[in-house]
């Protein structure tokens, strides 16, 4: 099986450089549904039979545009949800861009897995939502041909394939980098999945960094 981990167009969010985490608020500009746009071209005519939607705005019109593409249905589920930043939520100011990478290194640098920004979530609460997600795709998939999309976010892409791919860590996504509209594909072979796409760009084979 194949699983394709795609972040979502660039939002007004972006544009805005906003903290916006919660609920339907901050559609695809232009710009990024035409990049999504592209995107569906760059994927038609692979096999995929389901999408798989963050339930944020931004994504879920990201899915409907590649699901429509893709004459497929999509369904959306939480684990695929952009981190909670609690407190934070809504706010464009660079004293909360300073707590957002303040709490970014306290998980990524210094191991900190239970800490949170108040009102927010942890790195084991993300954990907590996205294996299992994966883990259930793999069991029901992963005897199978079958190729799934994943519409989804920068931040928890960061956070997470790095738990569920065995040959991508947070130094080779920092050096990459995730853009809007773009995608990682992951294949399950023996002994865990494996990233062979990053960004369209084929990764070679390897063993777990």
Known sequence: MRIYFARHGESQANVLRRISNRGLVHPLTLKGREQTEALARQLQGRPISHVYSSPLLRAIETSIIL?????VEFKVT??????DCGILEGRSDEDAWRAWRDQYDAWLIHRRWDTRIEGGESFNDLRARFVPFVQRLVDAYGQTETEVLCVSHGGLCWMMLPVVLKNIDKEFIAQHGLH?????TAELRSGGSYCVEWNGHPVPDATSP
């Open 67 to 71: 699901a429509n593409r893709l004459s």
């Open 180 to 184: 809007n509209a773009t995608y990682v």
């Open 78 to 83: 939480d684990a695929l949800r952009e981190f």
